[in-house]
């Protein structure tokens, strides 16, 4: 029986998307779906959701929970990754109050930033974990990463990892859709190229019948751009440099040294950048939850529609061999050819029975591969200090962060790494 292992199956509702969508796969049928979690509490109510699906969707495959994870990963030919190292407590509180002393704000600290780097390096460990135990048990599988930071993740095990693996992110689906709504625009019959790196990918060309639409599209922004929304980030972004970025403005508003500024605090409310963004939805999902687990894990009669989360439509495509268009992110092998061959970029692919095919971007426009360029040089020293647990390149990642180094001194920066490298103790155990 073909198996498909999913990490951190305690992110219930994310498990019901993705696995759900499997159990309504027609080629998917008969799999095993092995669900793993250091959350005991959390495996088994993603375990009995699924099941309720399994039953009312009359789907063929097996749902099975296991708390030894190289048994999860046993035999697997598809790996999901859906982990948090951390959580939102201590870590994430960590991530973003010890900046706050130092003068620093954030929006999500996911990506790069001072957040950023600190998620990556207590999460990198945790996944050479996980390599080492799919080159053992499952060495053909593929992994599918889902788990911010993106590119420094798929990355890593790609390069030091040994794993075939493909990074996803809802951005990309969502850009087109969110802008053409938001602009009132018909997205009927439109095409579109997205090309860059993750959360920093960009709109490159926006055609209909032959058309270019960025000329409209840039009108009605600048007109939207004299009222509050919740997209002025971007909107700014793209009319200075020329192109719609895929991922939010909550997130491209620390990806930049423009917008969140100490001496210009008008910024924050002319561009209405949410500081403190993402703990405030950690709150929230907490407060929820009670309720979400009543409707999701206790309703036996739960139904699931196919979503369009990548990961059932990638599988159906190398199961069948009926090819799919997705933006994966991948290590830049000569695909962006003015961004370095040793980051991972995001860019159109083809998936069949063969695996997963990158496709050639070329050269990005100047503007937009130097953005790129300035999240990159972090992302390649935070996995240099990952990699030789060199507390010299923490500091190096977090110096060349764009935002961080518009705010702080080179002392400030060190002082603060060097704070939060203290007050995550265990989780940074290389460090302390």
């Not at 063929?60 to 959580?87: F, H, P």
């Not at 063969?354 to 992302?379: H, K, M, W």
Request: glycine letters at 6%; one cysteine or more; a negative charge.
């Amino acid at each position: 029986m073909s198996k498909i292992t999913f990490l951190g199956a305690g992110s219930t509702i994310f498990a019901k998307n993705v696995l759900g969508d499997c159990l309504l796969t027609p080629a998917l049928q008969g799999f095993e779906l092995a669900l793993f979690d250091i959350d005991r509490e959390r495996l088994q109510d993603s375990a009995n959701m699924l099941n309720h699906i399994k039953k009312t969707s009359g789907s063929a495959s097996i749902v099975k929970a296991y708390t030894d994870r190289k048994e999860a990963l046993r035999g697997a030919k598809y790996v999901v990754n859906a982990i948090q190292v951390g959580g939102y407590d201590p870590c994430t509180m960590t991530d973003f109050e010890i900046p706050k002393k130092y003068g620093l704000r954030q929006t999500i600290a996911d990506t790069v930033g001072i957040g950023g780097i600190f998620r990556s390096l207590r999460t990198i460990p945790v996944m050479l974990e996980f390599a080492a135990d799919i080159r053992e048990v499952c060495p053909d599988a593929w992994f599918l990463n889902y788990t911010n930071p993106m590119a420094v993740l798929t990355n890593v095990m790609n390069t030091y990892g040994g794993v075939r693996t493909v990074g996803l992110c809802h951005s990309v689906q969502a850009c087109l859709p969110h802008l053409f709504k938001s602009l009132g625009l018909d997205q009927e019959g439109v095409k579109s190229k997205i090309a860059g790196i993750n959360h920093m990918a960009w709109l490159l060309e926006v055609t209909k019948d032959g058309v270019d639409l960025y000329p409209e599209i840039k009108k009605r922004a600048a007109e939207k751009q004299n009222e509050k929304h919740w997209d002025m980030v971007r909107y700014e972004m793209m009319l200075k440099f020329g192109y719609y970025i895929t991922e939010s403005s909550e997130h491209n508003a620390e990806y930049h040294p423009y917008f969140i500024k100490r001496n210009y605090p008008a910024l924050i409310d002319r561009f209405n950048i949410p500081l403190d963004e993402y703990p405030r939805r950690c709150i929230e999902q907490i407060s929820r939850w009670k309720q979400m687990r009543n409707d999701l894990v206790n309703d036996a009669n739960l139904k699931h529609e196919r979503s369009h989360e990548y990961a059932s439509y990638i599988f159906e495509a190398m199961e069948t061999d009926k090819p799919f268009k997705i933006g994966g992110n991948v290590m830049n092998t000569g695909l962006i050819t003015n961004l370095p061959r040793e980051a991972c970029v995001e860019v159109p692919c083809l998936v069949d029975r063969s695996g997963i095919t990158p496709t050639y971007v070329g050269d990005l426009p100047p503007q937009c591969a130097a953005l790129n360029r300035t999240n990159i040089n972090t992302q390649l020293l935070t996995i240099e200090a990952a990699i030789t647990h060199k507390r010299e390149h923490i500091y190096h990642a977090a110096m060349l962060d764009p935002h961080t180094s518009a705010e702080l001194s080179m002392d400030d920066i060190i002082a603060m790494c060097d704070e939060l490298i203290e007050a995550h103790g265990k989780w940074l155990p290389a460090y302390n």
